[in-house]
């Protein structure tokens, strides 16, 4: 008899263990992330705001909130990995892209360049808060565009002047002075 209460005991067992794994499973259903941020970072290594980044239909929207930088028009950029190093933040690399020759600017009928996006406007108190939005990437990869989150991550880079959507490599932007990595 022993034998036999041990066994219903440990089929007891399994079963509540197979139901909590199930009822896991289904109240925290895997999926892709639908949210990242970073913290914008100036030339000289202090914060300069935050951005955040949601995914969206077809693309993503990305709010910055950013401080400390000199006003007027800045071009803004996706770049290709996870990283900025100042003071010049050209460890980011490239723009983000999915297709090589990568062809800049969202004026040009030939571009191919998903980093692309339009310049923000940063006023007299050098501060900027703005949302954009784009359908050139996406935060994981999906329906063919180049995701944010890939496995060597991406960087908001703001460039000190705007992007005219049409000069290569980046539309004129200029120097990189403010990055943040997205994550």
């Known amino acids: 008899m022993p034998t036999r209460r041990l066994r219903l005991s440990g089929l007891f ?17 895997a999926r892709a992330a639908d949210t990242a941020s970073g913290t914008l970072m100036g030339t000289d290594g202090t914060a300069r705001g935050s951005i955040h980044v949601t995914a969206a239909p077809k693309g993503v929207l990305l709010r910055i909130e950013a401080t400390g930088l000199i006003p007027g028009w800045h071009g803004v950029h996706f770049h290709e990995k996870g990283t900025c190093g100042p003071p010049k933040f050209t460890d980011a690399g490239a723009h983000v ?6 062809v800049h600017g969202l004026l040009n009928v030939n571009a191919n360049d998903a ?23 996406t935060l994981n990869g999906t329906d063919g565009h180049p995701g944010l989150l890939d496995s060597d991550g991406s960087a908001l880079v ?12 980046i539309g004129g932007a200029g120097d990189r002075v403010a990055c943040a990595v997205i994550h």
């Open 158 to 169: 703001i460039h000190a002047n705007p992007d005219d959507y049409r000069t290569q490599p």
């Open 115 to 137: 980093g692309d996006l339009p310049n923000i406007f940063v006023g007299q108190d050098g501060n900027a808060t703005v949302e954009l939005y784009s359908t050139l990437v």
């Open 13 to 29: 067992s399994l079963g509540l263990l197979s139901l909590a794994c199930g009822y896991a499973a289904f109240a925290t259903p």
């Open 97 to 102: 892209h999915a297709a090589t020759p990568v």
